[in-house]
Nanobody, 126 residues
Framework: QVQLVESGGGLVQPGGSLSVSCAAS????????MAWFRQAPGKEREFVAT????????YYADSVKGRFAISRDDAKNTAYLQMNTLKPEDTAVYYC???????????????????WGQGTQVTVSS
């Protein structure tokens, strides 16, 4: 029903900033809860941030709280993740996810999300 495409990944120095985008098509963007997850080699996929349909509520993993900001622009069918004060441990493939607004699962649970993008690599290194 919906396709997601991430973009904006790349290499950035520690302490720097980077913004990644998630363009959605094939569905009604405003109907979906949006989220970002990340996965480093050899590690489990972990929750990063999520935003409600209206954009009025956001939640962040403790590891990124105060440094990252999730947002959405329904007119552009796009979700964003602004990453500031980046650390080497932020290095991972970042995935965009979309879920139906009704769910019995936690917004931190990857199984709550039905649609996933292909991922974009973010590398933090000097």
């Amino acid at each position: 029903q919906v396709q997601l495409v991430e973009s904006g990944g790349g290499l950035v120095q520690p302490g720097g900033s980077l913004s990644v985008s998630c363009a959605a098509s094939g569905g009604t963007f405003s109907n979906y809860v949006m989220a970002w997850f990340r996965q480093a080699p050899g590690k489990e996929r972990e929750f990063v941030a999520t935003i409600s349909r209206s954009g009025s509520a956001t939640y962040y993993a403790d590891s990124v709280k105060g440094r990252f900001a999730i947002s959405r622009d329904d007119a552009k069918n796009t979700a964003y993740l602004q990453m500031n004060t980046l650390k080497p441990e932020d290095t991972a493939v970042y995935y965009c996810a979309a879920g139906d607004y009704q769910s019995t699962r936690s917004p931190y649970d990857a199984l709550r999300y039905t649609y996933w993008g292909q991922g974009t690599q973010v590398t933090v290194s000097s």
